[in-house]
C-alpha cells in the first residue's frame, strides 16, 4: 500500500478556520472507509472523525461535533476536513487514516497511516 499524504497544516488564531486534504494513491480507496485523527507530543492518538466508503455516513468525537465536518471525493481519492471555530485545545499533528470500517476506526481499528500535517491554533 501507499501511504496517503495530508496536507493543509498551518498557524490559525482561535475561531478560524483551516481545511485539511487527504489524498490517496490507492485503487482500492472507495473501500476503505477514512478518518481523521490528532495528536499531542506524549498524549495518546485521539479519533476525531470518520466517513464511511460510500460518502453517506459521518462521526465525529464529542470534541469537534458542530465544528469540524469530513468528506469525500472517490474520483479523486481525496478526504477533506473542514475545521471551523478552532480553539488551542485543536493544536496537535493530524493524521489520515484508512480502515475496514467507520467503526473500526472510532475503535482504532486502522489499516493505514498517513504522515501527518501539524495543526497550531493560537491564543
Known amino acids: 500500500q501507499v501511504q496517503p499524504v495530508e496536507s493543509g497544516g498551518g498557524l490559525v488564531q482561535a475561531g478560524g478556520s483551516l481545511v485539511l486534504s487527504c489524498v490517496a494513491s490507492?485503487?482500492?480507496?472507495?473501500?476503505?472507509?477514512m478518518g481523521w485523527f490528532r495528536q499531542t507530543p506524549g498524549s495518546e492518538r485521539d479519533f476525531v472523525a470518520a466517513?464511511?466508503?460510500?460518502?453517506?455516513?459521518?462521526d465525529y468525537s464529542d470534541s469537534v461535533q458542530g465544528r469540524f465536518s469530513i468528506s469525500r471525493d472517490n474520483a479523486k481519492n481525496t478526504v477533506l476536513l473542514r475545521m471551523n471555530n478552532l480553539k488551542p485545545e485543536d493544536t496537535a499533528v493530524y493524521y489520515c487514516?484508512?480502515?475496514?470500517?467507520?467503526?473500526?476506526?472510532?475503535?482504532?481499528?486502522?489499516?493505514?497511516w498517513g504522515q501527518g500535517t501539524q495543526v497550531t491554533v493560537s491564543s
Open positions: 487514516a484508512g480502515g475496514l470500517t467507520a467503526a473500526g476506526l472510532r475503535g482504532s481499528g486502522i489499516r493505514y
Open positions: 466517513i464511511n466508503p460510500s460518502g453517506s455516513l459521518t
Open positions: 490507492e485503487r482500492s480507496f472507495s473501500r476503505y472507509a
